[in-house]
């Protein structure tokens, strides 16, 4: 694996308010990283911008340190699949959230607690409950 940096990364379709605004984002080596929000907030644009499938309006995307941004998406050696709205359909808005934290063995009162925050600027706390 390698690490996936944005810097300043932009995209605005026409005179409308950008669909992604100037993110700086930093995965490193190894890391899980879950883009959350709401539809339509820019999640699928940045990913797309990313994976070399939609030209950013302005701001760079490095792969391992090496700036790809106008590289074609066969050229970045990377892959990703947009499959659903949900890691997994069949398990609840908690579950869905918990997974990464789980997977990385964080003890159950920080779960709980970084759930509830994410939850809570998210505004999906009666969600929780829900399946996708």
Partial sequence: MA???????TKQFGEHQPAVDRIDLLAA???FLVLLGPSGCGKTTLLRMIGGLEPPTSGDVLIGGTVVTNLPPRARRIAMVFQSYALYPHMSVYDNIA??????????????????????????EEYLKRKP
């Fill in 99 to 124: 997974f990464p934290l789980k997977a990385h063995h964080v003890p159950k009162a920080e779960m709980e607690q970084r759930i509830a925050w994410a939850a809570r600027i998210l505004g999906i």
């Fill in 3 to 9: 690490s996936v940096e944005t810097r300043g990364l």
């Fill in 29 to 31: 080596d190894g890391e």
